[in-house]
């Protein structure tokens, strides 16, 4: 089992700053890949980042620029750091984790583990 808690979430004005954080923890995991999606008024779930790899990262053309998406693997926790806050950014921000589990025989192929959801709001 995987749990995720996302934090960092609140109030902003517009061209402000914030950093959400995502910590997994659980017993028996490894981690394959990481993501953070969205969902608010005035847009569709869409994915805002995700690591393709190690050293290779995909950001939607929305964000591309102002977010940075980072990890510390020896915690577990993936960063969003995110930049010049425009009202169109604001929405529920999920955290998400591809997991395998190598050393349980009946739990093969990859599953994915969703965050409860933080919330984003930029306004004045």
């Known amino acids: 089992q995987v749990h995720l808690v996302e934090s960092g979430g609140g109030l902003v004005q517009p061209g402000g700053s914030l950093t959400l954080s995502c910590e997994v923890s659980?017993?028996?995991?490894?981690?394959?890949?990481m993501a953070w999606y969205r969902q608010g008024p005035g847009i569709q779930r869409e994915l805002v980042a995700k690591?393709?790899?190690?050293?290779?990262?995909y950001y939607g053309d929305w964000v591309k620029g102002r977010f940075t998406l980072s990890r510390d693997s020896a915690k577990n926790t993936v960063y969003l750091q995110m930049n010049n806050l425009k009202p169109e950014d604001a929405a529920v921000y999920y955290c998400t984790a591809d997991v395998r589990f190598p050393s349980l025989a009946y739990y093969s192929g990859t599953y994915v583990y969703w965050g409860q959801g933080i919330q984003v709001t930029v306004s004045s």
């Open positions: 690591f393709i790899s190690s050293d290779d990262i």
């Open positions: 659980g017993r028996l995991f490894e981690i394959s890949t």
